[in-house]
């Protein structure tokens, strides 16, 4: 009986290691392309987000220029029009000032993986 238990565990154990190796390989064959697509994914989801940022800082120039023309000639809405312009325009900057991970990715893709990995383990 305790022989064929040795056998039953050597087999579990032999299956176990085959099963742990393949994976590994599995792991290692894959990782680049894990990596390529994390890249993508983080240049993209970024260069959104900034572009983004660059629209809601133009949204407030354009109001500005449409009633400079319009309005300030009149003489109406002059202090509401510069406070939206210059939230609009802080708020565009932290927006993209928050996204410049996609010119990381860009210029120093090994950089950023070095970086995501080790956020990953802290």
Same mark, same amino acid.
């Given at each position: 009986m305790?022989?064929q238990?040795q056998?039953a565990? +050597? $087999?579990?154990? /032999?299956?176990a290691? $085959?099963? /742990?190796d393949?994976a &590994?390989? #599995?792991l &290692?064959?894959e990782?680049?392309? =894990? &990596?390529? *697509?994390?890249?993508k ?5 970024? #260069?959104? %987000?900034?572009f +983004? @940022? @660059?629209? +809601?800082?133009?949204i407030?120039? &354009?109001?500005?220029? +449409?009633?400079?023309?319009n *309005? %300030?000639?009149? !003489?109406g809405m =002059?202090?509401l029009?510069? =406070?939206v !312009?210059?939230i !609009? !325009? /802080?708020m @565009?900057?932290i927006?993209?000032s *928050?996204n410049?991970?996609w010119?990381k990715? %860009?210029?120093?893709?090994?950089l950023y993986?070095? *970086?995501y990995?080790s956020?990953l383990a802290?």
């Open positions: 305790d022989e238990l056998k565990m +050597v $087999e579990v154990l /032999t299956k290691i $085959e099963s /742990t393949k &590994a390989h #599995f &290692a064959s990782l680049p392309d =894990v &990596a390529q *697509e994390v890249l994914y983080y240049f993209v989801y970024s #260069f959104f %987000w900034c +983004v @940022g @660059g629209i +809601v800082i133009l407030p120039i &354009a109001m500005l220029y +449409v009633n400079y023309k *309005e %300030w000639k009149k !003489g =002059v202090v029009n510069i =406070v !312009g210059i !609009g !325009g /802080t @565009g900057m927006i993209i *928050e410049l991970d010119l990715i %860009w210029l120093a893709p090994k993986i070095i *970086e990995v956020s802290s």
